[in-house]
């Protein structure tokens, strides 16, 4: 049973070796020494600059102090551990073992003594590096203000300013009426050409995903929490409600994104250095629980609860190599834009606007003419090793020993909102007719226009 807790092919070889099934994730590896070297100052500016809840920021205040404290718990057991080893060391071998046993017994109370303060320190630091959001990139904008990096088909005229909430109805396309008894507000159904529409642009896009050098995984939509935990995904309440469904008297919850478990596909292995970079392209359904209040941001397909997404994800050794593979990305996403006809914008994102796993991220926007402003479209980011420190992902070198992958994850196709872009867009408002993008007419049966759908008008009128 499901409970709306909030609003809140053949494998590729490219591991190097095979991995237990594992079913609770081990504990991060966090960098202790490198957060400490990049400075709690400096943590604390950054996580401002995400404008992180006000508690969190006063947490990572104690972030030095913890540290210093994990580090003289560790010493004293060290040192209490090596005092327990001598005087066991020393009872073996003496004759009046009974003289030494008292003072076995003392050391082996101190040992466990400091133990004990050693685990609490231990869980007290990791708690605050929980808290600790990724790095801030060079390049990410100062301020809250974006970067217009590039416009996308800037001289794209428009024959109408319907929305597509207006034009799917009209045409038979859209019903988000029923499914409002079916479901609940924020669902729909896709109808005749409206739900081939959503299929062509997913055997489209993986298409162009996999002659690019992207493998195709069919991923899992229920995940655990653990795992949504460990990429990053900590849900900011928006008053009071949360946003993600999870599955009642269980610990697992639905995926707000193929991310999730694509990410979770390299959990606990490392990939062969040979393999860098590992690149996959998915396709599944999506589930936001934060669709949010009802409004014209909320009318129709843009902001929904349950939808079709294809993501990219990648694995890479080198912050180098992952910049690159960042730019490669969003040069894919913006390649489908263009394929599509549509007007759109690509903005580098300011630090708020990031999230706590995301270094750097670039959003898409397509100008929406029912709408009258731009909505995001795509989005693509590069986590570093955020990631793959709590999933356990790294790479085995030459040397045989491990390092931990760069993760970078893109949106290559967020289908609801493609299509609503698609109906506002390509609309003329004479012939009552949707075009077809070039692209997409051979996955719709050489269909180059849509319009009434006949076929779908079954009921009769009460």
Known sequence: MLRHICRSIPR?????????????LKAPKHDYKGKIALGQDTIIREAIQRQLPKDTIEQLGELESAYQTFRKSSQKYDEARSKQRKVSDAIKVAKD????????????????????????????????????????????P?????????????????KSNVGHYEI???????????????????????????????QALVAYVLDKARSAGWMTVAPPTIIRKSVAHACG???????????????????HCLAGTAEIP???????????HTSDPVKVSGVSRSYRAEAGARGADTKGLYRVHEFTKVELFAWTITPESADGILEDMLAFQKSVVLDLGLKARVLNMPAFELGYPAAKKYDIEAWLPGRGDWGE??????????????????????????QYAQTLNGTALAVPRVIAAICESNFDPETKTIAVPEVLQKYMGGVKTIGAQDECDVFATN
């Open 168 to 198: 799917g109805h009209s045409l038979n396309l859209l019903d988000t009426k029923t499914s409002a008894n079916t479901s609940g507000y924020g669902w729909y159904y896709l109808l005749g050409q409206g739900a081939q529409l959503e």
């Open 142 to 158: 100062e301020g809250e203000d974006f970067e217009v990096v590039e416009i996308l088909n800037p001289d794209r005229e428009f």
């Open 12 to 24: 590729r070889r490219c591991f190097s070796s095979a991995a237990d099934e594992w079913k609770n």
């Open 377 to 402: 479209i795509t989005s693509t980011s590069n986590c570093l090793d955020y990631q793959s420190r709590r999933l356990h992902t790294t790479f085995q070198m030459r040397d045989a020993k491990k």
């Open 233 to 251: 995904f900590k849900p900011r309440d928006v008053g009071g409600e949360k946003q993600i469904y999870a599955i009642e008297d269980q610990d």
């Open 262 to 272: 694509l990410a979770a596909w390299a959990a606990d292995k490392s990939f062969k």
């Open 97 to 140: 073992k009974k003289a030494l046993a008292q003072e076995a017994g003392e050391a082996k109370k101190i040992m466990k003594a400091m133990e004990m303060n050693q685990r609490e320190a231990t869980a007290r630091l990791n708690a605050i590096m929980e808290l600790v959001p990724n790095v801030i990139h060079s390049s990410v």
